[in-house]
């Protein structure tokens, strides 16, 4: 069984034995079937969880979750350990997000989703492991950056992709560009898909849209000049969520942050101590219906803000 697996079967553990949920109220949260519950039930009781006393790592992180949705206002958060290893970081979020994603999309379900390395890895996750087709949607332009790395022989994917770069050269060519009736197509599919997973970029060196040589370092540092902290969609954001007024955000093509925050059931996806600050802008602002991160940078954002603390896992930037 693998960590995100054991994390799904002891969410719905604790919401039955602890918070009294009913099998079906956990079917409803979870959006899951109720069979499923039952066998995630009777799978705790074979694992031996269900004993009347949760192991304290455990139960401290279903009670991160609960303080995660308390304080942003979540429908749900998903929080799997942080792998001991910084390297795995993103592939442990990813394969959380897959499965996250996966339980959650009806058979033959519409899926938005946006840019960047762990949407990517995401995409290849659901690719391998899901059993019924996947439909997926992108928000953005840069349609090489949206290609699963596995074969299509093993997987059954409609991609339906922005014809179009991520930025474009100048504001009149991206205007032209996004009345095209194939451009308007997606995006008319994007306002109508049952779910959107997207990530969230920092303010770091290292940051995708970087590595990728969208953007030159020095786009980087006068955005950080202008107060961004990081990106959605590639919509780069201040302390507070707002979108940071540049000519960037006049040449990209993306879905709106307005159009974004109006969507259904959107999943962030991040995880790294350098995305804190635009993990945290993200959900003040409620951008986010659901997020899934690991648990230290979910410690993070619930005491972002206060005095420092010391903690002997690094981080990784993922997004």
């Known amino acids: 069984m693998t960590d995100e697996e054991y994390q799904l079967m002891l969410k719905a553990t604790w919401l039955y034995y602890m918070e009294n949920y009913t099998q079906q109220q956990i ?6 079937s109720r069979g499923k519950v039952i066998r995630l039930l009777d799978e705790a009781r074979s694992e031996g969880i269900i004993r009347f006393l949760f192991r ?11 303080d995660l949705v308390a304080k942003f206002g979540l429908h749900d958060a998903f929080i799997v350990p942080t792998p001991a290893h910084k390297s795995d970081l993103m592939n442990s979020i990813a394969r959380a997000a ?11 379900g519409f899926l938005n989703i946006g840019y960047g390395d762990m949407t990517g890895r995401i995409l290849d996750n659901l690719a391998t492991t899901r059993h019924s087709d996947v439909n997926v949607a992108s928000l953005t332009g840069g349609v090489s950056y949206y290609l699963p790395k596995v074969s299509s022989e093993v997987f059954a994917m409609h991609l339906y992709l922005t014809p179009s770069p991520l930025i474009l050269s100048s504001q009149n060519l991206r205007d032209a560009l996004l009345r095209e009736p194939a451009i308007q197509d997606v995006y008319r599919m994007t306002s ?17 849209i970087i590595r990728n040589g969208i953007l030159s370092k020095t786009d980087f540092a006068l955005l950080k000049m202008q107060g961004a902290v990081g990106d959605v969609l590639n919509h780069f954001i201040d302390a507070d969520g707002n979108p940071v007024d540049t000519d960037i955000e006049d040449r990209i093509v993306s879905t709106s942050l307005e159009t ?10 991040a995880g790294g101590k350098v995305k804190i600050p635009a993990i945290n802008a993200v959900l003040k602002h409620g951008y986010l219906n659901v997020l899934v991160t690991d648990e230290v940078t979910a410690r993070g954002l619930l005491s972002y803000g206060e005095a420092p603390t010391n903690t002997a896992i690094e981080y990784e930037s993922s997004n």
């Open 192 to 208: 109508h898909a049952d779910m959107t997973v997207v990530g969230i970029g920092s303010m770091d060196e290292e940051a995708t």
């Open 260 to 269: 974004l925050q109006g969507m259904r059931n959107v999943v962030g996806v």
């Open 56 to 66: 304290q790592n455990d139960q401290e992180r279903m009670e991160i979750e609960r």
């Open 27 to 32: 079917s409803a949260l979870m959006g899951v």
């Open 98 to 108: 897959s499965m996250y994603v996966a339980d959650h999309l009806r058979a033959d």
